[in-house]
């Protein structure tokens, strides 16, 4: 079991750039794969990205590719995703969730656990 916390959302202008943080807990966090779905308004989940355990091997949705960075940090049990050139589309709720593995397509992917999401606004 992994139990999963974000931050760092919030309110940014289009173009800008902002870090989500998430801090993992549980003796078996290194075995998941790790990355972020989101929800916007009257929209299903959407796939953003996802990192394995070791070595990390990084998946992109195509709509964040390019712009988005995943990062883990196995020691201490932390996920990162930079987010930059951020677009009012990327406006959402973000989840950081737990995998067996990650999929392609990136969007489609399945969460066995998740967290309790952070804000992401994206003003034009």
């Known amino acids: 079991q992994v139990q999963l916390v974000e931050s760092g959302g919030g309110l940014v202008q289009a173009g800008g750039s902002l870090r989500l943080s998430c801090a993992a807990s549980?003796?078996?966090?290194?075995?998941?794969?790790i990355g972020w779905f989101r929800r916007a308004p009257g929209k299903g989940r959407e796939g953003v990205s996802c990192?394995?355990?070791?070595?990390?091997?990084?998946f992109y949705g195509d709509s964040v590719k390019d712009r988005f960075t995943i990062s883990r940090d196995n020691a201490k049990k932390m996920v990162y995703l930079r987010m930059d050139s951020l677009k009012p589309e990327d406006t959402a709720v973000y989840y950081c969730?737990?995998?067996?593995?990650?999929?392609?397509?990136?969007?489609?992917?399945?969460?066995?656990?998740w967290g309790q999401g952070t804000q992401v606004t994206v003003s034009s």
């Open positions: 990192i394995t355990g070791s070595p990390p091997k990084t």
């Open positions: 549980g003796r078996t966090f290194s075995t998941y794969a």
């Open positions: 969730a737990a995998y067996v593995s990650c999929t392609v397509p990136t969007e489609t992917s399945q969460p066995v656990g």
